[in-house]
C-alpha cells in the first residue's frame, strides 16, 4: 500500500489489518507510518514499513528489489499515494519530470512493472490504482494525455490540468495492464475515492474551506470520511466479482461529475471521458512510459 500513512491510504490500511492481512506500508515518511500504525497495533494483522519516494526512481527501484528479496508472493498492490502541487510553476522530481505527472503515475507504473512478475505469480493477486474523478474532467473540457508535452517543457503550466491529466494517465495504465496480464489471472482496476476529507488539501484555505467551512453541507456535497473513501479499494481488493471487470473503473458517488448519470457512482461505472476507453492512448502510455523510467 503505497501511502499508507495517511487518509484514504491509511483507512484501508487499517480495515486490511483488521481482517488479518499483512500490510505493507510503503511510504515516503516511515516516521509518519510507525506513528499512526499504532492505532491498530493490537488487531489481528501485522504491518511492516519500507521507505519509498516515488518522486524518485532510484528509491522506487531499491523498494522493488529489497521487497522481491523478502516476499515471494504479493496478494494486492494498491498504488494509492497521490499528491498535487502548490504554485504557478511545474515541480520538477530529481530525474526531472513534472511532479504530478511522476509521483501519482510515473514512479507508480514503475513499482507495478517492478514487481510484476511476483504479483503474476501469486494465485487471483489484484492491482488497484487509484485515479480521481479529476480524470473526467467536463462535457466542455475532458483531460487527454499531451504525449507531445507531458513534461510541461511547453505548455503553459495549470496545476488542476496536470493533476488531472496524471489521474487519467492511472484510468488508462489500469486498461493497458489488465489487457496484458489477463492470461495470468491478475485483475487490475482504477478507483475514484470520493471527496474524502483527508490530508490532499494540504494545510492552507483549502483545507479550512473543506474541513471546517463545508462541514454543514458536506454530506450534500458528498464529502465522506477516509473510512468510507477507503470502501472502493476495499471492494476491489476483497470482493469475489471484481476479477470479472479488470481494467475497469470503479467510483464513489459524486456531485462532482458534471454527468448526471455518473453521480452516483458504480461499482464498476463508464467513465464518462471519452479518453480514458482509447487502448490506442493506453498503449502509447505504457510504451512512453517505459522509455521515461528506463524500462525496455
Ligand atoms: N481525497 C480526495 O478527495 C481524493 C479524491 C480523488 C482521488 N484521490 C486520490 O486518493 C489517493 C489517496 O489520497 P488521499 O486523499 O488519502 O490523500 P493524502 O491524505 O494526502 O495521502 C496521500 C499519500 O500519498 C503520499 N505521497 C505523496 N507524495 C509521495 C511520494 N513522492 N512518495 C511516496 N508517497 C507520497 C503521502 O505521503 P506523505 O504523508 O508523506 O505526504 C500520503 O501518504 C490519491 O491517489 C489521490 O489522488 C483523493
Redesign the pocket.
Known amino acids: 500500500m ?9 483507512e484501508t490500511t487499517r480495515q486490511l489489518v483488521k481482517q488479518g492481512a499483512h500490510v505493507i506500508m ?4 516511515i516516521e ?1 507510518a510507525k506513528e499512526v500504525a499504532k492505532s491498530f497495533a493490537a488487531e489481528r494483522g501485522t504491518v511492516s514499513f519500507e521507505k ?5 526512481l532510484e ?1 522506487v527501484r531499491a523498494f522493488a528489489e529489497n521487497i522481491k528479496s523478502k516476499h515471494k508472493k504479493i496478494d494486492g498492490l494498491v ?6 502541487t502548490s504554485g504557478k510553476v511545474p515541480k520538477r522530481t530529481k530525474q526531472g519530470f513534472e511532479m504530478m505527472f511522476a ?2 503515475h510515473l ?1 507508480h507504473f514503475l513499482l507495478t512493472e517492478s514487481l510484476l512478475d511476483i504479483i503474476n505469480e501469486t494465485q487471483g493477486s489484484r492491482i488497484v490504482i ?5 480524470h473526467a474532467g467536463s462535457d466542455k473540457k475532458r483531460p487527454e494525455i499531451h504525449f507531445e508535452d507531458l513534461n510541461y517543457d511547453k505548455r503553459v503550466f495549470n496545476r488542476t490540468d496536470a ?1 488531472c491529466e496524471s ?1 487519467l494517465a ?1 484510468l488508462l495504465y489500469a486498461k493497458e495492464l489488465a489487457e496484458r496480464v489477463k492470461n495470468k489471472k491478475t485483475t487490475v482496476v482504477s478507483v ?10 494540504g494545510k492552507g484555505f483549502t483545507a479550512f474551506v473543506q474541513n471546517v467551512l463545508l462541514t454543514p453541507v458536506a454530506p450534500l456535497l458528498t464529502i465522506m470520511s ?1 473510512e468510507d ?1 477507503a470502501q472502493t479499494s476495499l471492494h476491489c481488493l476483497l470482493d469475489d466479482d471484481v476479477p470479472k471487470f479488470s481494467g475497469e473503473y470503479f467510483s464513489q458517488n459524486s456531485l462532482l461529475y458534471s454527468d448526471k448519470e455518473c453521480r452516483r457512482g458504480g461499482w464498476p461505472m463508464k467513465s464518462p471521458n471519452p479518453n480514458a476507453h482509447d487502448m490506442k492512448s493506453a498503449l502509447r502510455l505504457t510504451k512512453v512510459s517505459k522509455k521515461m523510467v528506463g524500462l525496455k
Not at 52 to 56: H, I, R, T
Not at 79 to 84: I, T
Not at 192 to 201: D, F, R, T
Open positions: 503505497t501511502g499508507a500513512n495517511s487518509g484514504v491510504g491509511l510503503a511510504c515516503r515518511r509518519s519509498l519516494d516515488l518522486s524518485d528509491s498504488n494509492n499515494a497521490g499528491m498535487v509521483v501519482n514512479g487509484l485515479s480521481s474523478i479529476g493533476y489521474k492511472n475514484h475515492p470520493g471527496w474524502a476529507k483527508s490530508n490532499l488539501a477516509n473513501a
